[in-house]
């Protein structure tokens, strides 16, 4: 995989884990990762916003994946991490998760678009699937996680 | 050599002067013979034309001279302000702002010459006095010329004495086609800045050529270390006479003389063609004869920054910063040596006492560092006055703008904000408030209708009021239109509190004018006010009684970033309620609970308070053992009340407001978030929204 330079280029992601499944965020997104901390809940939010934190002086939103994409609540675990992802400068968010795994490179050739017409709701969140060696990674297509198209009304 | 460095204190000068003439002359429009407000105009529009003159600004100061003409004859009697004179002088005004917020953005005045509004000033003044005047006029006051004094060399480029490598460009100048000038430039004693004024010469003359020398040198020049002439040597293809008609132009230029260099013999017969254009007594001859190199004035940028943003400072307050911040390094070093010395009781002891210190030095500097950005709401009030008489006019309405603490504060970037919602509630009230003089006399109301701008400072909020004595509100109108655009339903309609439905005008969906001008005239874009004021931190509300006229309420947070707040318990969640708007806490036993309208209240020494149940309203897990009493805290919103039905009190603290974050719906009872002491965030309860 690291040889295969034919097409555009690779890009790094990040592979976190989600109930079974393991999703891949764009490295270029990614501010920092933090361990789980106290989240202050805010009344009247969406529901999949647990509520904000404090990030070196800063209060930032956390959404949980696993509620925005219809899974069982988060469980709180040792392995539970905050990525903080950075879509546009002054406006960072966090997003749970149940673990991060590693760092990968998947070069553009090796992801298979989704098919958008889906009728899975979690299709619009995903920019396509990423094999790796054996294992599927889901690519989230960050920008339509965080940016809710519902917010604006 | 350099103007900009004049800049800002120009823009900031220009702007009182402004302000000034406008405010005068609406005075006079009223009080034609005030002796005082003719002086107070003609002292501004001389210091106008004089600073405009002198930062090169030649548009600028032909404009503010004519209408300073104009004001002269007015100061001695020549003429009567009539509603036309009082129109130009408005249009003048307005030309030259226009030039400054040029200036402001480019560093250059522009290319408008308001040739109109002069030939109208002109106009004026001809048929108000039976004198002509015009530019010729300029011209003879700026440079007086006639020639009274000849004594002396005035030609003192004669003396320049050239250097080598001089002398072989001065050749190879004019081997090539081009004249090489000697120019001697006299300016105006009384000159302020004469090194912004030999800059703006040389800049003349380097349009033309090269400047290869300069007596005294530019560095010299720079530091004003020279009387009232200096010399200098052009390389050329132009004309002598179009130089020195383009030095000439130059402001504060008292003479010009220029002749061809001569190398061999500087001190020949040649006869020059020296430009005795004015006078002015040269005092004394300065020696010439320091040897110097070529010599350039730095060549400046072409696009000069936009000047900064700047508040005046007070020095006083300046001096409390400055003495707050030496106390506060005194603290720390308190706590650095009880750190080094000390036994641990002592310690403790010692260690409290030095950071109760910090805390009232740190409350005290805040304070301070607020009060620095506060800035009177008077600079964004202090044009309606005039806006509303330009209205008044086009309207062909009778109106009056009455305003009251102009002098309240606000933080400056409130006030940057905050003028055009008044604006627009301000033309609203005169559009469409404002009954035109007929229909007034018909309704038994004084002709001229009257609108007030209220400003003052309620706890930790300021208060703006915008009143007129117009048609109001009609309610039914407004209830109407709203069923019909389906905005609210027949159900919602019957229910709905007469203010509830004056409430719906700040909806986007009434915004659009014809809408507008359909119902009752009110609300063009009222929804942008409010959400411009909602941005800000502040809320708006309109009242109104139909047939005597509407007030739009605005209240605005005094300070953006920094409040006082009490810290209580929901259930276990902690929350901060801002303590301006706290009016007291109260222990209310269950069996006070009363009901009106299947809704809780108390009946607090009268005043019948209604209640909150917080917990329900932030959807917070109740705690399984209750108090025995209810704590609630009494806030307010004007003359509204409300109780706050909180499980615990935490105690008074000093929080840092911080927004939310992107992404997440803030509700409007959040007013943001703040980080306590321990590191864990506590939400900020926004009781305006729900009171």
Do not use: W
Not at chain 2, 186 to 207: G, V
Not at chain 2, 346 to 367: G, V, W
Request: net charge negative; hydrophobic share 40%.
């Amino acid at each position: 995989m690291e040889t295969n330079n034919t097409s555009s280029g690779t890009k790094q992601y990040i592979v976190v884990k989600l109930g079974g499944e393991q999703f891949g965020i764009d490295i270029n997104y990614i501010d920092n990762i933090v361990r789980m901390q106290r989240i202050t809940r805010v009344p009247k939010a969406q529901e999949y916003f647990k509520g904000v934190i404090n990030l070196r002086g800063e209060v930032l939103p956390v959404m949980s994946l696993r509620v925005k994409f219809g899974l069982d609540d988060d469980e709180i675990t040792n392995l539970t991490r905050i990525i903080i992802i950075k879509l546009e400068p002054q406006a960072a968010v966090g997003i749970l998760v149940d673990m991060v795994k590693e760092v990968i490179t998947i070069s553009d050739d090796e992801i298979e678009p989704v098919a958008q017409n889906s009728t899975d709701e979690k299709a619009m969140y995903l920019s396509g699937i990423g094999k790796y060696g054996n294992e599927l990674i889901s690519l989230l297509n960050i920008a339509g996680v965080v940016i809710d198209k519902d917010m604006d009304r | 050599m350099d103007v900009s460095q004049y800049l800002e204190i120009f823009i900031e000068e220009t702007k009182e002067h402004l302000q000034a003439l406008n405010e005068h002359i609406l005075i006079l429009e009223k009080e034609a013979d005030n002796i005082d407000t003719i002086n107070e105009i003609f002292r501004a529009a001389h210091s106008l034309k004089g600073m405009a003159g002198t930062m090169g600004f030649m548009r600028m100061q032909r404009l503010t001279h004519d209408m300073e003409n104009v004001f002269s004859e007015i100061r001695n009697g020549n003429m009567i302000v009539t509603d036309n004179l009082i129109d130009v002088l408005f249009k003048g005004i307005d030309a030259l702002e226009s030039y400054l917020s040029n200036i402001q953005e480019t560093a250059s005045e522009g290319t408008e010459d308001n040739d109109e509004i002069i030939e109208e000033l002109n106009e004026i003044l001809k048929s108000g006095t039976g004198k002509d005047s015009d530019d010729k006029k300029l011209m003879q006051e700026e440079e007086p010329h006639k020639e009274k004094d000849e004594s002396g060399i005035k030609e003192k480029y004669k003396e320049l004495v050239y250097a080598s490598h001089e002398i072989h460009a001065i050749e190879a100048a004019r081997q090539s086609g081009m004249s090489a000038y000697a120019i001697t430039v006299y300016i105006n004693e009384k000159c302020m800045l004469k090194s912004a004024r030999a800059f703006l010469i040389f800049k003349a003359a380097e349009e033309h050529g090269e400047i290869i020398k300069s007596n005294p040198d530019s560095q010299d020049i720079e530091n004003e270390e020279f009387d009232d002439n200096f010399s200098i040597v052009l390389l050329t293809k132009s004309k002598m006479e179009d130089v020195k008609k383009s030095i000439g132009n130059v402001s504060e230029v008292t003479e010009v003389y220029i002749g061809d260099v001569e190398i061999d013999e500087q001190h020949s017969d040649k006869k020059p063609e020296p430009a005795k254009e004015a006078v002015e007594a040269v005092s004394d001859l300065s020696t010439k004869n320091k040897q110097e190199e070529k010599n350039q004035p730095k060549k400046q940028a072409a696009a000069k920054p936009v000047v900064n943003r700047s508040v005046r400072v007070d020095i006083e307050k300046l001096d409390i910063l400055m003495n707050l911040v030496s106390e506060l390094i005194i603290a720390k070093n308190g706590l650095v040596s009880i750190g080094a010395h000390g036994s641990e009781g002592r310690k403790n002891d010692s260690f409290n006492e030095q950071i109760e210190y910090l805390e009232s030095i740190t409350t005290n500097l805040h304070e301070s560092v607020m009060k620095v950005r506060m800035v009177p709401i008077e600079s964004v009030v202090n044009r309606f006055p005039r806006m509303i008489r330009d209205l008044a006019k086009k309207l062909n309405k009778k109106m009056e703008l009455y305003m009251s603490g102009e002098d309240t504060e606000l933080d400056r970037t409130v006030i940057d904000e905050i003028g055009d919602p008044l604006m627009h509630l301000l033309r609203n009230a005169a559009d469409h408030g404002i009954e035109s003089g007929e229909v007034r006399v018909k309704k038994g109301k004084p002709e001229q209708g009257t609108i007030l701008l209220d400003a003052y400072q309620d706890g930790n909020n300021v208060v703006i009021e915008v009143k007129d004595d117009g048609a109001g509100i009609d309610v039914e109108k407004v209830k109407n239109k709203a069923l019909s655009k389906g905005v609210i339903t027949p159900e919602q309609a019957e229910t709905m509190a007469e203010n509830e439905i004056v409430d719906l005008l700040f909806r986007p969906s009434f915004s659009t004018a014809e809408v507008v001008s359909d119902i009752s005239g009110r609300g063009v874009g009222l929804d942008v006010v409010k959400s411009k004021i909602e941005a800000l931190g502040g809320d708006i509300e309109a009242r109104s009684v139909l047939g005597e006229g509407s007030n739009f309420i605005i209240r605005l947070p005094l300070t953006l970033a920094i409040i006082q707040a009490l810290m209580v318990e929901i259930g276990k969640e902690k929350y901060a309620i801002p303590l301006g708007s706290i009016q007291t806490i109260e222990d209310v036993d269950y069996n006070d609970i009363k009901y009106v309208q299947s809704k809780e209240v108390i009946n607090l020494r009268g005043s019948v308070i209604p209640l909150v149940r917080l917990e329900e309203v932030l959807d917070v897990e109740p705690l399984e053992e209750k108090n025995d009493s209810l704590t609630v805290v009494i806030v307010s919103k004007g003359d509204k009340q409300a109780g706050m039905v909180v499980d615990n009190l935490i105690g008074q603290q000093e929080i840092v407001i911080k927004p939310l974050g992107k992404y997440i719906n803030n509700s409007k009872m959040i007013g943001g978030a703040t980080i306590l002491g321990d590191g864990e965030v506590a939400l900020i309860l926004d009781v305006n929204a729900m009171v």
